[in-house]
Each structure stands twice: as C-alpha cells, then as structure tokens.
C-alpha cells in the first residue's frame, strides 16, 4: 500500500497537510454515512485510510517512506505547477466537528454524533461542552449510566458552573441510590441558579394542629416535612417528565 496514494497527498506533504488529508477522506468515506454493501465498501476504505495515516504520522517510518517514492517530473514553468494551499480543504477544528455532532444528534443520528463529539474530544478534551453534549447522546442511546456520569462529571470538572450537568448528576445519582451525592449536586446547581424550574421547591407543607385544636379536621393526617428521599424523587421526577 502506497499511503501517499490513499491520502491523496504528494509525497513531499508537511504534516499539516497530511492530517487535514486524512479528516478530510476519513469523513467522506466515514461508515455511519453508508448502508448495504457500500457500507463495508467504506469500512475497507475508512480502515485503510486509517493505516495510510498511521504510517506516515511517524516521521521516521515517513522519510524511509518518501525516499522509496519515484522522482517526480520537473513542471516546465510555474504556471503548469498544480496549486499547493497551506491547508488542504477538509481540515476541521474541534468545534467544527462539536457542531457536526450536535446537528446529527438532534437530527436523531444518534450513533454519527456520537462518533463526532468522540473525534472532537480526542482532538480537543478541554470542553465541557463536548462532554455534556456526549452525555446527551449516552442517555439516549440508553447504555451504561456510569459512562453517562463520567461524561458529566467531566463536564462540571471543566466548567462548575454547569448548572445542566449538575442537575443530570443529581438525578442520575438519585436512580443509583446515591442521595447524599445526589444531594450535593441539587445543592450546587440551586447555588448556581436557584430560580431554575428544574429547581423548585416544595411548598412549605402545612404546620399540624394541636390534637383537638381549632380548625384540625377528623381524620386528617398532618402534613410531614418531606425527607432528602422525598425531594430526590420530586426532582428525579421533574427531569424525567413524570413530575
């Protein structure tokens, strides 16, 4: 396999070029975009594409790699030369691919975007953002809730002051079982925003009659201040859509 061919690139390509010649052909024949047959078509050529760039990312194996190359012909004047740009076209930054991620998401491609929020983290981890929004598309793929709280956790690590994040901490924490923790992130979000819906509290319950008192009905029940459980579940309630 010559990997300059697979990428598209001269074999006197700066590392610049190569990387943006790889995102570039890695989206297009990306295989979430493909079904059937054209599918495996494009696994083949994504995995190859993927090898191509694994080779010429070491600038060791890259050298003995141009010095195997044929000369290429002298152009007889400038003009006939192909044009070089800095950047090869394709080349995405990480927000770029953030974007790509939450359009196919709320498109309902959910498996797309989570392979694009996965391919901007890895190029940059430093976003909250990226991971809130990866945490989204977990909770609705439905699997592992621990990888959805690790992606959340991460978030209010890189910004504590995402109220969100924290609101979807406490809840899942409460359908773990987990109330004091659930607890603290309620706490930390109300400290945040504490006018937020997701936030409100419950009415102050009403004070018990004295037994026989004035206005204490027959047969009612005085009113309990409700517990830590008692508010986890009206929250958990509240971010569930069953509140």
Same mark, same amino acid.
């Not at 959910?110 to 981890?125: E, K, P, T």
């Not at 809840?171 to 937020?196: C, I, K, S, T, Y």
């Given at each position: 396999?010559?990997?300059?061919?697979?990428?598209?690139?001269?074999?006197?390509?700066?590392?610049?070029?190569?990387?943006?010649?790889?995102?570039?052909?890695?989206?297009?024949?990306?295989?979430?975009?493909? !079904?059937?047959?054209?599918?495996?078509?494009?696994?083949?050529?994504?995995?190859?594409?993927?090898?191509?760039? !694994?080779?010429?990312?070491?600038?060791?194996?890259?050298?003995?790699?141009?010095?195997?190359?044929?000369?290429?012909?002298?152009?007889?004047?400038?003009?006939?030369?192909? =044009?070089?740009?800095?950047?090869?076209?394709?080349?995405? !930054?990480?927000?770029?691919?953030?974007?790509?991620?939450?359009?196919?998401?709320?498109?309902?491609? +959910?498996?797309?975007?989570?392979?694009?929020?996965?391919?901007?983290?890895?190029?940059?981890?430093?976003?909250?953002?990226?991971?809130?929004?990866?945490?989204?598309?977990?909770?609705?793929?439905?699997?592992?809730?621990?990888?959805?709280?690790?992606?959340?956790?991460?978030?209010?690590r890189l910004? =504590?002051?995402?109220v969100e994040?924290?609101?979807?901490?406490?809840?899942?924490?409460?359908?773990?079982?987990?109330?004091?923790?659930?607890?603290?992130?309620?706490?930390?979000?109300?400290?945040?925003?504490?006018?937020?819906?997701?936030?409100?509290?419950?009415?102050?319950?009403?004070?018990?009659?004295?037994?026989?008192?004035?206005?204490?009905?027959?047969?009612?029940?005085?009113? +309990?201040?409700?517990?830590?459980?008692?508010?986890?579940?009206?929250?958990?309630?509240?971010?569930?859509?069953?509140?």
């Amino acid at each position: 396999m010559n990997p300059f061919e697979v990428l598209e690139i001269p074999a006197d390509a700066s590392n610049e070029d190569i990387k943006a010649a790889y995102h570039r052909l890695a989206k297009q024949w990306h295989p979430d975009r493909y !079904s059937g047959k054209e599918k495996e078509a494009a696994e083949a050529k994504f995995r190859e594409l993927a090898e191509a760039f !694994s080779m010429l990312k070491d600038p060791g194996r890259r050298l003995t790699l141009q010095q195997q190359q044929p000369a290429r012909p002298q152009a007889p004047t400038p003009a006939a030369a192909p =044009p070089r740009p800095q950047e090869m076209a394709g080349e995405r !930054s990480p927000e770029d691919w953030a974007t790509m991620a939450r359009e196919a998401f709320n498109d309902g491609k +959910v498996d797309q975007a989570r392979a694009l929020i996965h391919y901007a983290i890895r190029m940059d981890g430093s976003k909250a953002a990226y991971h809130a929004l990866l945490a989204g598309i977990l909770e609705q793929e439905g699997g592992d809730v621990r990888a959805v709280i690790k992606a959340l956790e991460t978030a209010v690590r890189l910004d =504590p002051k995402d109220v969100e994040s924290h609101i979807k901490l406490a809840g899942h924490f409460h359908g773990l079982g987990m109330a004091a923790r659930a607890q603290r992130h309620v706490d930390l979000a109300r400290e945040l925003a504490p006018n937020h819906p997701k936030l409100r509290k419950h009415r102050p319950p009403q004070q018990p009659q004295a037994h026989g008192g004035k206005g204490q009905g027959k047969g009612k029940t005085p009113v +309990v201040q409700p517990g830590l459980m008692d508010q986890l579940k009206d929250l958990w309630g509240r971010l569930t859509g069953r509140g």
